[in-house]
């Protein structure tokens, strides 16, 4: 084989779990410090990849050319390197390879020399696939496509003076189109604006001095449809802690202890006794606890009413965002078509979420080449329809992703076999997965090549020594650490353990390793998923369904307003592509004289806070931005001292209005 022949590396970021496939010809060097990999190999440039994890050494691993062979070669490094779960020191790698390199599991794909027959390139894959939610229903819609940024130059709304770095409040007003203001104004209204909301309200801040502005009246709408298309309802539980309380900053009475009450009132004093014993016993002596989908979201109307939700949210589209020539901000939105107007403010928080469902290219191929969205779904779609099928008819379904909606989707056709057991379930993972991550001495447990875990990061990174750890670090540490804690894992539940050790016994799920090549449709409408199978090489998965579990996307560049926004004011990005925020979640960039700007969520993600997404996230970032605001006097924010707190616990408990 020719020794200039690329091949191609590819694998899941374990920070984001983007995809990550550069093409290149060895030699190829992995490690964590650029300067430790060597620039030249017997005369040949090196290509130095960099893997920003402790668990990987300084110079870690060399793949090169041996003769015909394609080798890699340990360099003394700490963790070692593992070729198909197997510990080597230099082994012979074939096409179809794996290693793994810390939490780094590396595919290795290259084409086999054919005597007389030229070697065809290397399929390059396209950019990431993803659904956008619709900006004017917020529901996953395959079919729309964002054509235009969210301020088009020449478009008629926003108008022409959102060109301008500062837009003057008198041109606002000149436009003709009503202007209001406020001292506070959230842009997003789902579950982080409503907690930023909840905090102000909680500090003094009265209703007609705050606007939430977004697409639906239910701050958890979207994040409640999104569960139920993937298959959570409402009797289920959520991936979340007992005292992690949206509607409740103090966290007392958590959850744990709600349904404890609840249940010791009905009479049924064993199953109140035994969620007390969980919080108390957990992870150690019991299953960690977590609430019921039901009743967080019933406990979020309770606080809604409470603060006056109703009084302070508004409809609209939100296109743009500026400064204005008066140390304010100024949001332009839509109600309607035909239908705009503008909203200024001196705080700005931005919540917006995740702006677009991850879906895998060579579904998304397949669905523009076959218009078929019902064999082929993605997990957060609604996709009730596939499971009804199968109840009725029985069938075959594969699922692609190994995260918490994947356990999800096992659990829920295990329900359905009880209805129809002529149900079989094949699960496309790209890779085996050895051992799970570690970080200093703790290790993830792995079973069925399933990470599991109680939540999505270690628990200390929401209030512990981990937490104290990534706030202090610098960006390039920031990056390292996330990718160490982080990584695809699934609820660390005894009872979906339990299905998928009975369902392998019983032969109705099984488990398949390959890269796919492509999806294609039989003569009878039936999926064909061609992969390529270590030891197999090419292998073909039929399939009456496909169910893309992968994940959601919290790109800024997704997003056509935080991308706008990104543009136009010059805004930085940390290390891993999201808005670079200060350990208070402030834009800092964004300052605007006395008026400040902060956002929430996945889309800081990467900053100096691990579970940003996390119910908990949501309140530590919206806290400390709340307590930024106090500490600036921004009007009607009051500290909350300690007789404060407590006084509005007490409303709280209660439920009277806060102020």
């Known amino acids: 084989?020719?020794?200039?022949?690329?091949?191609?590396?590819?694998?899941?970021?374990?920070?984001?779990?983007?995809?990550?496939?550069?093409?290149?010809?060895?030699?190829?060097?992995?490690?964590?410090?650029?300067?430790?990999?060597?620039?030249?190999?017997?005369?040949?440039?090196?290509?130095?990849?960099?893997?920003?994890?402790?668990?990987?050494?300084?110079?870690?691993?060399?793949?090169?050319?041996?003769?015909?062979?394609?080798?890699?070669?340990?360099?003394?490094?700490?963790?070692?390197?593992?070729?198909?779960?197997?510990?080597?020191?230099?082994?012979?790698?074939?096409?179809?390879?794996?290693?793994?390199?810390?939490?780094?599991?590396?595919?290795?794909?290259?084409?086999?020399?054919?005597?007389?027959?030229?070697?065809?390139?290397?399929?390059?894959?396209?950019?990431?696939?993803?659904?956008?939610?619709?900006?004017?229903?917020?529901?996953?819609?395959?079919?729309?496509?964002?054509a235009q940024p969210a301020t088009p130059l020449g478009n008629a709304f926003p108008p022409p003076i959102f060109n301008n770095v500062q837009v003057g409040v008198n041109s606002l007003h000149a436009t003709g189109l009503p202007v209001n203001e406020c001292d506070f104004l959230a842009v997003g209204a789902g579950l982080g604006s409503f907690i930023w909301v909840d905090l102000l309200r909680i500090s003094g801040v009265k209703t007609d001095?705050?606007?939430?502005?977004?697409?639906?009246?239910?701050?958890?709408?979207?994040?409640?449809?999104?569960?139920?298309?993937?298959?959570?309802?409402?009797?289920?539980?959520?991936?979340?802690?007992?005292?992690?309380?949206?509607?409740?900053i103090w966290g007392y009475p958590s959850y744990a202890l709600r349904e404890a009450w609840h249940d010791f009132g009905k009479g049924d004093f064993n199953q109140a006794f035994r969620y007390l014993w969980q919080v108390f016993s957990e992870p150690t002596f019991a299953e960690t606890y977590t609430p019921r989908a039901g009743n967080v979201f019933d406990s979020i109307d309770r606080e809604a009413q409470r603060i006056e939700w109703d009084r302070i949210y508004r409809y609209g589209r939100v296109r743009g965002i500026r400064k204005t020539d008066d140390g304010r901000y100024c949001v332009a939105y839509s109600k309607g078509q035909g239908d705009h107007a503008f909203i200024v403010a001196r705080y700005l928080h931005i919540a917006t979420g995740y702006p677009a469902i991850k879906f895998l290219d060579d579904l998304q191929a397949y669905r523009e080449k076959y218009n078929d969205k019902t064999s082929v779904v993605n997990a957060y779609e609604g996709h009730d329809h596939v499971y009804e099928q199968l109840e009725r008819r029985g069938g075959k379904i594969l699922i692609r992703g190994r995260g918490i909606v994947a356990s999800?989707?096992?659990?829920?056709?295990?329900?359905?076999?009880?209805?129809?057991?002529?149900?079989?379930?094949?699960?496309?993972?790209?890779?085996?997965?050895?051992?799970?991550?570690?970080?200093?001495?703790?290790?993830?447990?792995?079973?069925?090549?399933?990470?599991?875990?109680?939540?999505?990061?270690?628990?200390?990174?929401?209030?512990?020594?981990?937490?104290?750890?990534?706030?202090?670090?610098?960006?390039?540490?920031?990056?390292?650490?996330?990718a160490d804690w982080g990584g695809t894992t699934t609820a660390d539940r005894q009872d979906w353990q339990k299905i998928t050790e009975q369902a392998l016994k019983e032969g109705w799920y099984s488990i398949q390793f390959g890269e796919v090549k492509q999806v294609e449709r039989d003569s009878q409408g039936r999926t064909i998923t061609h992969i390529e199978e270590k030891g197999f090489g090419q292998m073909i998965l039929d399939a009456d369904f496909i169910v893309d579990a992968t994940g959601l996307d919290a790109k800024v560049s997704t997003n056509p307003l935080l991308d706008d926004l990104v543009r136009h004011y010059g805004l930085p990005l940390n290390s891993i592509g999201r808005l670079a925020v200060a350990n208070n979640f402030e834009l800092t960039e964004m300052r605007n004289d006395k008026g400040k700007a902060y956002a929430a969520g996945a889309i800081t993600f990467g900053g100096p806070y691990a579970a940003v997404d996390s119910f908990l996230g949501l309140q530590y970032a919206c806290l400390v931005a709340v307590d930024g605001l106090a500490a600036a006097r921004a009007p009607g924010v009051k500290k909350m001292r300690m007789l404060r707190s407590f006084g509005q616990w007490w409303k709280w408990v209660f439920n009277k209005p806060p102020c």
């Open 209 to 248: 001095k705050i606007i939430a502005l977004g697409l639906e009246a239910a701050p958890y709408a979207r994040y409640k449809r999104l569960c139920l298309n993937s298959q959570i309802p409402l009797h289920e539980r959520l991936r979340s802690n007992s005292d992690s309380c949206p509607d409740n």
């Open 408 to 482: 999800r989707i096992v659990q829920r056709l295990y329900e359905a076999r009880k209805k129809n057991p002529n149900i079989t379930v094949l699960h496309l993972m790209r890779s085996p997965k050895p051992q799970g991550n570690k970080f200093g001495k703790a290790q993830r447990v792995v079973k069925n090549h399933y990470e599991f875990q109680p939540f999505n990061w270690p628990k200390a990174c929401w209030g512990g020594e981990l937490r104290g750890m990534l706030e202090s670090a610098s960006p390039d540490e920031r990056q390292r650490l996330l």
């Open 1 to 146: 084989m020719n020794n200039n022949t690329e091949i191609k590396l590819s694998w899941e970021d374990p920070t984001t779990g983007e995809r990550r496939e550069p093409q290149l010809a060895p030699p190829i060097t992995f490690g964590r410090e650029f300067a430790r990999m060597p620039a030249e190999k017997n005369g040949q440039r090196v290509a130095r990849m960099l893997l920003n994890s402790s668990e990987v050494s300084r110079y870690h691993a060399l793949i090169e050319w041996q003769g015909e062979q394609l080798v890699v070669v340990d360099q003394n490094s700490v963790n070692r390197v593992f070729v198909n779960g197997q510990e080597q020191l230099q082994t012979v790698l074939t096409s179809g390879d794996n290693i793994q390199i810390g939490p780094y599991i590396i595919t290795v794909t290259f084409n086999v020399a054919v005597p007389g027959v030229a070697n065809p390139p290397i399929a390059r894959s396209n950019s990431d696939s993803t659904i956008q939610f619709n900006p004017h229903t917020n529901l996953p819609d395959p079919n729309w496509r964002a």
